[in-house]
C-alpha cells in the first residue's frame, strides 16, 4: 500500500471573553496543502464553533481546491 505522507502545525491563542483562536496549516505530499482558521467560545456548558476551512490541490493530484465554512455546537456531560 502507497500511503500519502501528510504532516500540519497548529497554534492557538485564548482570547477575551472565554473565547479562543486556532490555526492549522498542513499539507499532503504530492495531493495539496490545507489551512483551518477557527474562533470558539463557551457559553455555560455549550461552546460554539466557527471555523474556515480551506483545501488547494496540487496540480497533478486530479482533485478540486474545497473551502467551507463550519459551525458547531457542542457540550459534554
Given at each position: 500500500?502507497?500511503?500519502?505522507?501528510?504532516?500540519?502545525?497548529?497554534?492557538?491563542?485564548?482570547?477575551?471573553?472565554?473565547?479562543?483562536?486556532?490555526?492549522?496549516?498542513?499539507?499532503?505530499?504530492?495531493?495539496?496543502?490545507?489551512?483551518?482558521?477557527?474562533?470558539?467560545?463557551?457559553?455555560?456548558?455549550?461552546?460554539i464553533v466557527l471555523a474556515y476551512t480551506d483545501f488547494s490541490a496540487d496540480s497533478g493530484?486530479?482533485?478540486?481546491?474545497?473551502?467551507?465554512?463550519?459551525?458547531?455546537?457542542?457540550?459534554?456531560?
Amino acid at each position: 500500500i502507497d500511503t500519502t505522507d501528510y504532516w500540519d502545525l497548529g497554534a492557538s491563542a485564548s482570547l477575551p471573553m472565554d473565547s479562543t483562536l486556532a490555526l492549522t496549516y498542513g499539507e499532503y505530499d504530492e495531493v495539496g496543502t490545507n489551512y483551518i482558521v477557527s474562533l470558539a467560545k463557551e457559553f455555560g456548558k455549550f461552546e460554539i464553533v466557527l471555523a474556515y476551512t480551506d483545501f488547494s490541490a496540487d496540480s497533478g493530484s486530479g482533485l478540486d481546491d474545497e473551502d467551507h465554512f463550519i459551525g458547531t455546537i457542542s457540550t459534554s456531560f
